[in-house]
């Protein structure tokens, strides 16, 4: 079971506009449930395989529609941030999770992230931070594709 969680770019960008950037992945990889916060109300069909975008008022009420799940924070690694999260190349993808994402504007790690939590980290040339949420989903999605297939792009 895997579920993504992000949150809405309100300001750099729209949901009606950023919903497709999160929609294609989502369905490409396969993934099993798609939660988004804050309520946006748009049209909640974004991929092929029918996926229901369900949105959440609050981050606590999206984290805790699904506490069976091991929670992994995806955080863009920048040369002043925690030392403490896992590289992405490093990490071991949980069988039941969700991945939690933030925005531009807003870091959920910061709030609430738990004791036995992941934070997961991806390495880039310049480790700036400078990486779109949905950016981060396809390279999370890609990195589980290939270690379940021993590094072979062929599935």
Partial sequence: MIKIAGHWEIGYNSPIIEAYQWGYPINEWGVDQWLMCPVSGINNKYTKRGIELKEFDHYENMLGSCPELTRVFIEPRTKHQNPDTIWLDDFDHPEDVIYVFGSAQYNPTLKHKREQDVVVSIKTKQDTGGLWPSQCL???????????NGGNNIR
């Fill in 138 to 148: 396809c390279l999370v999605l890609d990195d589980i594709r290939r270690k379940e």
